[in-house]
């Protein structure tokens, strides 16, 4: 069965730095986009940046020259560090991939999310 692994949130006084990280695990599959999404209380989920297999990435606005998407295509695995954090960079960080799993085919799937705050 196919999973995605976040880890690396927790609390960071606001100009700091965190990396996050999201695993595929299982095994004989696929791991095609994958991507970061953020959903800060009371708001709606919202992509953050997303990269294809070839490297080509792409980022919210709101993040372009703070945060960086990277990926190990060996590892099944997407990174996302954050820099120059904000207070309003708070939020749920959920990982995001498309994989394609001969068993049930291609799908889109989600981790269960790790909590960034930006706080002093």
């Known amino acids: 069965q196919v999973q995605l692994v976040e880890s690396g949130g927790g609390l960071v006084q606001p100009g700091g730095s965190l990396r996050l990280s999201c695993a595929a695990s299982g095994g004989g599959f696929s791991v095609y986009n994958m991507g970061w999404y953020r959903q800060a209380p009371g708001k709606e989920r919202e992509l953050v940046a997303d990269?294809?297999?070839?490297?080509?990435?792409s980022y919210a606005d709101s993040v372009k020259g703070r945060f960086t998407i990277s990926r190990d295509n060996a590892k099944n695995t997407v990174y996302l560090q954050m820099n120059s954090l904000k207070p309003e960079d708070t939020a749920v960080y959920y990982c995001n991939a498309d994989i394609f799993y001969p068993p049930l085919g291609g799908r889109n799937y989600w981790g269960k999310g790790t909590l960034v705050t930006v706080s002093s």
């Open positions: 990269i294809i297999s070839g490297g080509t990435a």
